[in-house]
């Protein structure tokens, strides 16, 4: 099922949770010398204008970026997310770059990007943006596969971005089921997961399943907004083998983050650091 368009949703309150978290990992990642790979599964089309007739008719970005714009304003642990959003617009916010720009921005040369997308209208996009740049590696394969088939990197270093659109029930348990697949092959890898926060609380058992599975330190961040009940109220991001300063970082935006709430009340955050299972005939 090929439904999901991103071009609905860009720069919505989610988008910026999980580009915000993403590039404060990155930025750990970037302090050490060493060559790694940057992967994303659920790519997208690269990148997204603000005044389409999808982009207008959702209105996401009203109650995502545009609450917390101009960039200039962001926090200094915020500070390459911003480069990228204000290299994609001059004095007016009119694009919003997707995950593939915001890691193509952060990458070093030395670094290698794999962006991976099925959707073939999406993948057309991210084919005319990057089809040339030898910095690349694009698929277009079902990205449960890919999860397992592409990892461990020949870097053995980076991190891993899995944001589906979970328009089916089973895609939670389908994308627990890989990931802890994919963690075996690849322990020492940075696991970024988002999901949606619904009424029906159905990312739960996807979440719960994968801290128990992993032999890992893992991050778990969480963003409620005002909403009037129905359909997505939050954003939630899951992350295994978290870089140090996550946890405490996350913290230290948490006022940043309750802007996205706008008019209507703060938006509240909640996040828990959850410590590595303690190892058989430990003390």
Not at 127 to 135: G, S
Not at 137 to 147: G, M, P, V, W
Not at 187 to 198: D, Q
Not at 248 to 265: I, N, R, V, Y
Request: include cysteine; aromatic fraction near 8%.
């Amino acid at each position: 099922m090929l439904s999901y368009v991103h071009d609905f949703h860009a720069g919505s309150f989610a988008d910026v949770h999980k580009h915000a978290v993403l590039s404060i990992v990155h930025a750990y990642l970037n302090r050490k010398p060493k060559p790694m790979a940057l992967v994303d599964l659920y790519a997208g089309s690269g990148r997204y204008q603000l005044n389409t007739y999808a982009a207008q008719k959702t209105g996401e970005s009203h109650r995502g970026i545009e609450r917390v714009w101009p960039p200039e304003s962001w926090p200094s642990e915020l500070a390459d997310y911003a480069r990228c959003v204000r290299a994609e617009n001059a004095d007016q916010l009119k694009a919003y770059p997707g995950s593939p720009a915001l890691l193509k921005s952060l990458a070093r040369p030395i670094d290698r990007l794999i962006f991976n997308e099925l959707h073939p209208k999406a993948q057309e996009k991210l084919v005319a943006l990057y089809d040339r740049d030898r910095q690349v590696k694009l698929y277009s394969r079902d990205a449960h596969e890919a999860l397992v088939a592409l990892v461990p990197p020949t870097e053995k270093r980076g991190l891993i971005l899995l944001d589906p659109s979970y328009e089916q029930k089973e895609e939670y348990n389908q994308l627990m089921e890989g990931v802890l697949k994919a963690f075996k092959r690849w322990r020492t890898g940075i696991f970024i997961v988002w999901y949606p926060l619904l009424p029906s609380n159905a990312h739960r058992a996807m979440v719960d399943g994968i801290v128990r599975g992993v032999d890992c330190e893992t991050f778990v961040s969480e963003i409620r907004v005002p909403t009037d009940g129905t359909g997505m109220h939050g954003s939630g991001m899951l992350v295994l083998n978290p870089t140090w300063n996550l946890a405490s970082t996350m913290k230290t935006l948490t006022p940043w983050f309750a802007q996205l709430g706008g008019e209507a009340g703060q938006a509240v955050m909640n996040n828990r650091l959850n410590a590595a299972p303690a190892t058989k005939g430990s003390d």
